[in-house]
């Protein structure tokens, strides 16, 4: 058994008998990892209120070898974000960033620049920064570090390049991963008759969506978008992640809630029924 000492961003978590919680976290050098808290309404409170969702702490845990089954041994809070917690549409936002990275990064693989992407979007959304932008760019950027950012720079299928000086405005296939031209958007039509069939979006949202890809947070806040990008951008982001959450085994993923109720007015996340698989009991 190894007991590690790391920084970790909460991501969600489920009860398990009276006193036990599954717990979902992200840490910077191991990605997203899953581990037991064992008693966590003990008067010593070894994990107050550390383990609740986009919590920012450090955490002690052991891990017990051959499988890996990790056992939390104790949390303090670097960060709870409370501006976030006093405001819904700020605590729907946070639920948004915690529930992609949990679709999106596989267990256990590193992903140190999603882990500073999401510890930075928290800490823009408790410091008043724009709710619209702050998901926004958490979306391109986390897209792109997790290996599915839309081709946007060229048509998906024939390769010929799009630039924004073109009289044409392209087409968006979810389905295709991106932009289409017009003469592949037509032959897409025909054969997929398609549960998601490309749309026109306009130049000015590819070009944000490309810029917004490209930039760490703080630049990408600078972009200032005209306020009819949007929506744009929001309807182009969210059904192409609407697709790929629908494809396995991605969507196994989601079968926990981000949040849940324990009676107190928590809110929740609205997902489906828990359908997870536990680890093995840890012999202790
Ligand atoms: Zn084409």
């Known amino acids: 058994m190894t007991l590690t000492r790391t920084e970790a961003i909460m991501l969600g978590s489920i009860r398990l008998g ?3 919680r599954l717990v979902t976290f992200l840490t910077p050098a191991r990605g997203r990892l899953t581990g037991m808290a064992y008693n966590v309404r003990k008067p010593n409170r070894r994990f107050g209120a550390a383990l609740e969702p986009f919590t920012q702490c450090e955490l002690v845990m052991a891990e017990r070898r051959p499988h890996h089954h990790i056992d939390l041994r104790q949390a303090s809070i670097l960060h709870s974000f409370p501006a976030i917690r006093t405001d819904l549409v700020r605590i729907e936002a946070a639920g948004r960033l915690v529930m992609l990275c949990r679709a999106f990064l596989p267990e256990a693989a590193p992903h140190p620049v999603a882990f500073s992407l999401l510890a930075d979007s928290l800490a823009a959304l408790a410091c008043g920064e724009a709710v619209w932008l702050t998901l926004r760019l958490f979306e391109v950027q986390l897209l792109r570090d997790a290996g599915y950012e839309p081709r946007l720079d060229r048509c998906v299928r024939c390769q010929r390049e799009w630039r924004p000086e073109l009289a044409s405005a392209p087409l968006f296939s979810p389905l295709a991963g991106g932009l289409l031209c017009r003469r ?3 032959a897409d039509r025909r054969d997929a008759a398609a549960a998601e069939p490309p749309f026109p979006v306009s130049s000015s949202v590819v070009v944000f969506l490309r810029q917004a890809a490209g930039l760490d947070l703080e630049q990408g806040r600078q972009l200032q978008p005209a306020e009819a990008l949007y929506r744009e951008s929001e309807l182009v982001l969210r059904r192409y992640i609407r ?18 109720s324990e009676g107190d007015g928590v809110v929740t996340s609205g997902e489906p029924a828990p359908r997870i698989s ?3 009991p840890i012999s202790r």
Not at 250 to 259: A, H, I, V
């Open 18 to 20: 009276e006193a036990n």
């Open 184 to 186: 592949c958007a037509a």
């Open 243 to 260: 697709l790929l959450l629908d494809r396995q085994p991605l969507s196994d993923r989601l079968n926990t809630p981000w949040m849940e």
């Open 278 to 280: 536990r680890p093995q």
